[in-house]
């Protein structure tokens, strides 16, 4: 096993020390978007203690994607050399420098964990509207999120390839698309959060669209020297009373895969 860890891995054209990767953590210490000093030493630190690659927390791909608004953000050309400077630093100590690419859907626009990780009102800095499949608040009291139109999805698609250009061009070397965590793609992809009747609701093969349209679209800015990754959970991020989704997790690496819909959503 230690052999394994400490030994190298080469994905793509990027070979990684070891297999060691700080995975993305939020920080709560950006202001509009930007990295600082605080996101320099947390991540750069990493690439000096040896990690193989080091990513960044979750990135908004949009101002109003972040989950919190002290939240990095890659949604503006300005972001880029702040993280450009880190990403030097990490490089020159010999990590591969990466870049999670975000939107927190329904569940944007709320507080540090330390004070509650609750809604945060437009007065204390949140905003309004929110998005999501469809009109269903993640929690009772929360922000109802407005229903993303098929435009709006357009929208989002192109902010997520935006933003890996952005990640490329601060010298990043692997971004990962966040589909986990209940966050906006892992809303699409759930039967619980997603209520949608069009071609991204109902079926497995339409939930799963607007994640394949993102892949194709970060793929398309995103050199094929370079690994692209996914995070997903195989389970809703939704407590309810007694039932669990699990979403044919097998299925979607195949399904991303091949763009075909190899399975179904089951209930345990
Ligand atoms: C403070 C904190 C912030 C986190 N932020 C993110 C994040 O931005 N994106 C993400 O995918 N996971 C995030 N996570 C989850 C971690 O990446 C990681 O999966 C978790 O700590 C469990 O570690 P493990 O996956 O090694 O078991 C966060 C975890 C912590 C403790």
Redesign the pocket.
């Known amino acids: 096993m230690a052999a394994s860890l400490f030994s190298t891995l080469t994905i793509r054209d990027v070979t990684f020390r070891n297999r060691i990767v700080v ?4 920080e709560y210490s950006s202001q509009g978007g930007f990295a600082n000093d605080w996101h320099f030493v947390h991540l750069g630190s990493r690439a000096v203690g040896g990690a193989g690659a080091v990513l960044t ?2 990135a908004g791909v949009t101002a109003d994607g972040r989950i919190s608004p002290v939240d990095l953000g890659i949604y503006r050309d300005e972001h880029v050399e702040p993280l450009a400077r880190i990403f030097r630093f990490v490089e020159a100590h010999g990590a591969v420098p990466g870049m ?1 690419l975000a939107h927190a859907g329904r569940k944007a626009s709320t507080s540090e964990p330390w004070k509650g990780g609750t809604p945060v009102a437009v007065e204390d800095g949140g905003w309004t509207p929110i998005w999501a499949p469809s009109a269903i608040p993640f929690r009772d009291g929360w922000q109802t999120p407005r229903a993303m139109t098929p435009d709006d999805i357009g929208g989002l698609v192109r902010a997520f390839a935006s933003a890996a250009r952005r990640v490329l061009q601060a010298g990043g070397r692997v971004v990962e698309i ?1 589909a ?2 209940g966050y906006l793609l892992h809303e699409f992809l759930s039967p619980l959060s997603n209520h949608r009747d069009d071609a991204y609701g109902g079926s497995f093969d339409n939930r799963t669209r607007i994640v394949r349209e993102v892949v194709e679209a970060v793929r398309a800015v995103w050199p094929e020297r370079l690994p692209l990754w996914i ?1 997903h959970l195989q389970k809703s991020h939704q407590r309810t009373p007694r039932t669990t989704f699990h979403i044919c997790a097998a299925g979607l690496p195949k399904c991303l895969e091949t763009g075909n819909a190899p399975g179904k959503s089951s209930k345990k």
Do not use: D, I, K, N
């Open positions: 995975s993305p953590m939020c927390e979750a999670q966040h986990a965590h995070r």
